[in-house]
Each structure stands twice: as structure tokens, then as C-alpha cells.
């Protein structure tokens, strides 16, 4: 009894990790896209000044 409450608090642990590191992934895809897209609109305006 004690060794399948174990492995189903431990099946439970694994898939909320699998869930969390799949949001982090995405998350940092997100991210990481909005800093270019920052970056660039940055870069446009230092260019249209400084001509």
C-alpha cells in the first residue's frame, strides 16, 4: 500500500514538472521574441536620428 502511494505522488510530481517546463519553454520563446522585436524597433530609431 505504501510503495503505490508513493508512486502515485511521484506520477503526480513528474507530470506537474512536465506541465512547468513546457510553460517555460514557452515563456522564454515569447520572451525572447519580444526582445527582438524591441531591439530592432530600438535600432529603426537610433538610425531615423542620427540621418
Not at 503505490?4 to 520563446?29: E, P, R, Y
Amino acid at each position: 500500500m505504501r510503495f503505490i502511494l508513493s508512486a502515485f505522488v511521484a506520477l503526480l510530481f513528474l507530470t506537474g514538472c512536465s506541465s512547468t517546463w513546457h510553460g517555460v519553454k514557452s515563456d522564454t520563446k515569447q520572451n525572447v521574441e519580444w526582445t527582438k522585436d524591441k531591439v530592432h524597433d530600438g535600432a529603426e530609431w537610433v538610425s531615423d536620428k542620427t540621418e
